[in-house]
């Protein structure tokens, strides 16, 4: 399927998070109230959409950066802070590491983002980098 660009050659499979269609987000629809924030976050279903336009392109890194991306979509905006937060040096031991690769599977569904996790984690215990 040629994808892009998805805007002009499949409006209608564009959807916000809350299932808004691209052209009902509108200024006039955000002034009046009837969009609101919530209704203009992107979606996990857009983001697979845009990693097969890299993907299709060649940009397999790209792509990657998209599907890891939809699978943060569902976990909330604190959670990911403290997340970036426990994967700074000495921030964080292995077992805290490993247990937050558990739940990014189990919880959320995120593989790609617990792998990386567990990628980092072998690093920091290479490099000498969690905390004690």
């Known amino acids: 399927m040629d994808l892009y660009p998805l805007k002009e050659k499949h409006p209608n499979i ?3 998070k809350s299932h808004k269609n691209l052209n009902e ?18 979606s996990k279903e857009v983001l697979v959409l845009q990693a097969e336009v890299a993907r299709q392109e060649g940009k ?14 569902n976990i909330p905006d604190t959670r ?10 000495y921030r964080s031991t292995e077992e805290e590491l490993k247990a937050l690769s558990m739940e ?8 790609v ?10 690093v920091y215990k290479k490099r000498d980098l969690l905390k004690h």
């Open 14 to 16: 564009i959807k916000s």
């Open 25 to 42: 987000i509108t200024l006039e629809a955000i002034v009046s109230g009837e969009v609101t924030s919530e209704d203009i976050k992107i």
């Open 60 to 73: 397999i890194q790209l792509a990657q950066n998209f599907i890891r991306s939809a699978e943060l979509i």
């Open 80 to 89: 990911i802070l403290e997340i970036y937060n426990m994967l700074r040096p």
């Open 104 to 111: 990014l599977k189990n919880q959320y569904d995120a593989q």
């Open 113 to 122: 983002c617990a792998d990386f996790i567990e990628e980092t984690l072998h």
